[in-house]
């Protein structure tokens, strides 16, 4: 059974970065043909997916968020990470860290198969 968590502080200033990890046990996250994004949801909006990082080490953004954000990887840990700078209250959303095929190189953004809960990240003051 694969098992997603995240982890980081629910809470960031405005203008900080936010950075998220997410642990990742039952399948190594440099399995062929597999890719580990980040997608987030604003309270009482839609899932956005804001980029991922596939099997083989590239990490690859939504075009609306790729001047802020940054993925990584370690693959000792198992572990993928989410960087997103010069936050605003406009980025107040659920985090999640998900799995999914890739599609071409790169990661599906829609199907994903395993979730992890999710963390509420709230940006205030």
């Known amino acids: 059974q694969v098992r997603l968590q995240e982890s980081g502080p629910g809470l960031v200033k405005p203008s900080q970065t936010l950075s998220l990890t997410c642990t990742v046990s039952?399948?190594?996250?440099?399995?062929?043909?597999?890719?580990w994004s980040w997608i987030r949801q604003p309270p009482g909006k839609g899932l956005e997916w804001m980029g991922g990082?596939?099997?083989?080490?590239?990490?690859y953004y939504s075009p609306s968020l790729k001047s802020r954000t940054s993925i990584s990887r370690d693959t000792s840990k198992n572990q993928f990470s989410l960087q997103l700078s010069s936050v605003t209250p406009e980025d107040t959303a659920v985090y999640y860290c998900?799995?999914?095929?890739?599609?071409?190189?790169?990661?599906?953004?829609?199907?994903?198969?395993?979730w992890g809960e999710g963390t509420l990240v709230s940006v205030s003051s």
């Open positions: 998900t799995r999914a095929r890739t599609v071409g190189a790169g990661p599906a953004r829609y199907g994903m198969d395993y």
């Open positions: 039952g399948d190594s996250i440099t399995t062929r043909y597999y890719a």
């Open positions: 990082i596939a099997y083989h080490g590239i990490s």
